[in-house]
């Protein structure tokens, strides 16, 4: 099993700024990681990620605010979002997806960070 536990979440004030982590049971270079929210009465939707050739993908709502990095030798992924918005109100979620490592064959989540932007 793969583990991630994230971190940094909390109340901020639109405009502001945050930084969520993410450390991983493994060594995350072994999947593809990414970032998720879901707001209350939403669905779960893709925040920022890397692709299999390592190019980033942001949703289009937060292109420019956010930027996702990884320190492999520390395992630990990280978003670091901008010019936050009362509608980024969510919770955050870490996932890697290792479906193409025949390790694990499968996508893992953390727990969930809240993170809650006042106006």
């Known amino acids: 099993q793969v583990q991630l536990i994230e971190s940094g979440g909390g109340s901020v004030q639109a405009g502001g700024s945050l930084k969520l982590s993410c450390t991983g049971s493994i060594s995350l270079n072994k999947c593809e990681m990414g970032w998720y929210r879901q707001a209350p009465g939403k669905e779960r939707e893709m925040v920022s990620m890397?692709?299999?050739?390592?190019?980033?993908t942001s949703a289009d709502s937060l292109k420019g605010r956010v930027t996702i990095s990884q320190d492999n030798a520390k395992n630990t992924l990280s978003l670091q979002m901008n010019n936050v918005e009362t509608e980024d109100t969510a919770v955050y979620y870490c996932?890697?997806?290792?479906?193409?490592?025949?390790?694990?064959?499968?996508?893992?989540w953390g727990q969930g960070t809240q993170v809650t932007v006042s106006s």
């Open positions: 890397f692709n299999s050739d390592r190019t980033t």
């Open positions: 996932s890697a997806d290792c479906r193409g490592n025949p390790l694990y064959r499968e996508i893992f």
